[in-house]
């Protein structure tokens, strides 16, 4: 089983719209969460990570998390069409000194 | 913002090879990661390197795989003998205190 669950595995918004993206860690272990983007052939650069509960903001980017459920989400108000990626989420394992990433979500704003 | 870089960019060898992937990470990050990524697949954690050893590998981290930091500059990853499933793309990543991770731009191993 997939200790770290994105979903959906692929989602459609317009120009403009909101895209909302989820990931769960089975691990109780998992201390951070960060979110990646990804495009294609390219390699994954940071958007935010999160380790509070509660809600971070940056520009159009909005995190949540609730660690008692160890469920983040990412929000991107306004999607634009250069917005279309995968969008990776990732949990640290603080027992094992080891990353875990999701499979991803892949974002497609339509202009 | 810090740029993590690898060489080569990409490399074709012939299975049962021999294949070292250079990382060169941000000079003062103390944290140190390869990942594997089967094109558009899953990136998947292989080691992770801090303080001149492996702390944490996986299951994919075969035997035939190793990772050093010779000379304390470049992270290296060698693959003796490749197989034909380790083709992928490969990524170096370091990190400042695990929060934050750079990641290289990867490089694509192609066995045949």
């Known amino acids: 089983q997939q200790k770290v669950q994105q979903s959906p595995e692929s989602l459609i918004v317009p120009e403009g719209g909101m895209a909302s993206l989820n990931c769960t860690s089975s691990?109780?272990?998992?201390?951070y969460f960060w979110w990646y983007r990804q495009h294609s052939g390219k390699s994954p650069k940071m958007l935010m990570?999160?380790?509070?509960?509660g809600e971070k903001e940056e520009g159009r980017f909005t995190v949540h998390l609730n660690k008692a459920s160890l469920h983040t989400s990412l929000h991107i108000r306004d999607s634009q069409p250069s917005d279309s990626a995968l969008y990776l989420c990732?949990?640290?394992?603080?027992?094992?000194?080891?990353?875990?990433f999701g499979k991803g979500t892949h974002l497609h704003v339509l202009p | 913002g810090p740029k993590v870089l690898q060489i080569p960019s990409h490399q074709i060898i012939d299975m049962g090879q021999m294949v070292t992937l250079n990382c060169d990470p941000v000079?003062?990050?103390?944290?140190f990661y390869w990942y594997k990524q089967i094109l558009g697949q899953q990136m998947e954690f292989l080691v992770n390197?801090?303080?001149?050893?492996?702390?944490?590998k996986s299951k994919l981290f075969k035997d035939q795989f190793s990772v050093e930091r010779p000379d304390g500059s470049y992270f290296t990853l060698k693959i003796q003998p490749t197989a034909l499933e380790d083709s992928a793309v490969y990524f170096c990543?370091?990190?400042?205190?695990?929060?934050?991770?750079?990641f290289g731009p990867g490089t694509r191993l192609t066995v045949l």
């Open positions: 691990d109780r272990n998992v201390d």
């Open positions: 990570s999160i380790f509070s509960n």
């Open positions: 990732a949990a640290d394992d603080t027992n094992a000194y080891k990353v875990i």
């Open positions: 000079s003062n990050h103390l944290y």
């Open positions: 390197f801090y303080n001149g050893k492996v702390m944490e």
């Open positions: 990543a370091s990190s400042p205190d695990r929060v934050e991770q750079y």
